[in-house]
């Protein structure tokens, strides 16, 4: 089914190459172009494999901020929220240094597309070091700080980085259930799933200044917002945050 077309050089035809029920409602998989894809979702643009800057920034400079304070040889334990088209994880696994990467991904329709239609994502998804979870993330997170508190049940190993890419923003939620994530409850759950001194880092398309608040309220700090500048469009803002290395 012919979308329409896109600008640039040439005519860039869009197609859509699969249309589902997921999760989170309707969800389109349409081919820009001979090689590119985008993912829509409730009709509205989600995310591409042009654009892939920003997403992989996430991954940078939160290991970037891991390493100011933190020896290299230790090593790092990743969890990444949302697939995306894979660029996150894919900046994730190339630092060698990372040593296993877990992403939760709401749709199965998301994870079947990067294995199926993108390459680049097919190969790093292979890597023995990564594991995908088909599901919501901040159940995963309420899980873990859960069994933490429990003294009674085995202790889970925290992580080191926490990525969120879930949304395309604290502003634009794609699902509204989501809002829990960026409150005080899903970060402070985000808190302590990280080992003292680990980094959380949030993916947002615009400026959110409440959200640095939240972040500073549950105990993080070193907050700051890190615009990335994508095209000629406005920066899309990468919020870095720390876990105090001594909690108080």
């Known amino acids: 089914m012919v979308e329409g077309w896109l600008p640039g050089k040439g005519p860039r035809r869009r197609v859509t190459v699969e249309r ?15 090689r590119n894809y985008e993912i829509i979702a409730n009709g509205a643009f989600l995310m591409a494999t042009y654009n892939r800057s ?4 996430l991954a940078g400079l939160a290991l970037a901020a891991l390493w100011e304070t933190r020896p290299r040889e230790l090593g790092a334990k990743v969890l990444i929220g949302g697939l995306g088209v894979g660029e996150t994880l894919r900046a994730a696994l190339d630092d060698s240094r990372v040593e296993s ?28 070091r990564v594991t995908v979870l088909v599901g919501d ?39 509204p259930e989501n809002h829990v994530l960026y409150g005080r409850r899903g970060l402070g759950c985000a808190l302590a799933c990280l080992t003292p001194g680990g980094v959380a880092a949030f993916w947002s398309s615009a ?25 000629a469009s406005q920066p899309d803002i990468v919020y870095v945050a720390r876990r105090p290395a001594c909690q108080k």
């Open 137 to 175: 993330v901040f159940a995963h997170l309420r899980g873990l700080a859960g069994r933490s508190l429990d003294a009674g049940r085995p202790q889970p190993e925290p992580y080191d980085i926490f990525l969120a890419d879930t949304d395309n923003g604290p502003d634009w939620l794609v699902r």
């Open 207 to 231: 400026e959110a200044g409440w959200f640095a608040d939240n972040l500073l309220s549950v105990g993080f700090e070193d907050v700051k917002g890190i615009p990335v500048r994508r095209g």
């Open 101 to 128: 990467v877990v992403v939760c991904e709401l749709e199965p329709a998301v994870v079947r597309w990067n294995a199926d239609h993108f390459p680049r994502s097919a190969r790093v998804m292979a890597d023995p």
């Open 20 to 34: 589902c029920l997921g999760v989170s409602g309707e969800l389109a998989l349409v081919r820009a172009g001979r």
């Open 54 to 57: 920003s997403e992989r920034a």
